[in-house]
């Protein structure tokens, strides 16, 4: 069996960031052997900072879509678009030895659907709590006019509430959320929290239509589907060289090695090996 080695931001609130995390917690359950390329946190899993060259052959790596080309240079490449290509981050195209799983099909019509549900039940769910608060959201979809009466509004954002339980009272006592983007795991938490749940559009406000539940009966098929077809990756071709222009992601991904080894970790050690991989990344495009 091929290992798979999932690159993944630092673990945080994003539900895109989580699907990963599910996803390397999914394909453990599986019996595969799974390493996330990511900064260690908190999160109970098998992390990897070092690839060898067997790894690059043989296993598969898997990018969401904010990654530009194959920065860890395997060749069995799985491209998993989580939100719409290039919005917020990487390219709008892939090479053609990538394979290709989406979360939504409205991501990317032609990839294979991979939907990975993050919701907590256990922490979000209808009581009869009292509704006596209005709220809004912005994240992806950028404050893009000014709507007079959010003032007076709870803002819910990134940073408040500060955990998924004061997110989840605050959400019990809203009588109707109202939200710029309309394609977030919060508006699924309200959803079942009780709230009314209100979409921004230019000309007003649009009732948000869930189809999660719909969504859940077709996890473990995707999950099968991707596990089937990802197995089967042998590819043996050329592995194009990513652009000058994407220099900064190898600057930006070891500097923050080297953050966490030598800062938090209150390591003050020269690494040479951490300098000599930092040294071949700058020197592989002069």
Not at 42 to 52: A, G, L, V
Not at 122 to 147: A, L, M, P, Q, R
Not at 189 to 195: F, Q, V
Request: proline share 3%; hydrophobic share 30%; aromatic share 18%.
């Amino acid at each position: 069996m091929k290992k798979y080695i999932i690159w993944a931001p630092k673990y945080y609130k994003s539900n895109g960031i989580k699907v990963l995390y599910k996803l390397h917690d999914l394909l453990l359950e599986k019996g595969y052997d799974v390493y996330m390329y990511a900064q260690p946190t908190e999160y109970k899993c098998k992390y990897i900072s070092h690839i060898t060259n067997k790894m690059r052959k043989n296993d598969i790596v898997i990018y969401p879509e904010i990654v530009f080309n194959n920065p860890l240079k395997f060749q069995n490449v799985v491209r998993y678009i989580l939100y719409y290509p290039g919005v917020n981050g990487g390219t709008k195209q892939y090479d053609d030895y990538e394979l290709k799983f989406t979360f939504y099909k409205l991501f990317y019509p032609d990839a294979d659907e991979l939907f990975i549900s993050t919701l907590d039940t256990k922490t979000f769910y209808k009581d009869d709590t009292e509704k006596t608060k209005e709220c809004y959201f912005v994240y992806k979809g950028g404050k893009w006019k000014d709507i007079p009466e959010f003032k007076d509004m709870t803002e819910i954002n990134m940073q408040y509430p500060e955990t998924k339980e004061e997110l989840a009272k605050l959400l019990r006592e809203t009588k109707t959320l109202y939200s710029f983007d309309d394609c977030s795991l919060l508006l699924e938490e309200a959803n079942i929290c009780g709230c009314d749940v209100k979409i921004v559009r230019e000309n007003g406000f649009e009732d948000y239509h869930s189809n999660y539940i719909e969504k859940l009966t077709i996890q473990d098929k995707c999950l099968l589907n991707f596990i089937e077809k990802t197995q089967k990756m042998n590819y043996k071709g050329k592995i194009n060289k990513p652009p000058i222009s994407n220099l900064y992601f190898y600057i930006k991904e070891n500097y923050k090695l080297f953050v966490y080894k030598y800062i938090f970790k209150n390591k003050l050690k020269y690494d040479k090996h951490l300098a000599r991989k930092l040294s071949h990344s700058i020197n592989e495009y002069n």
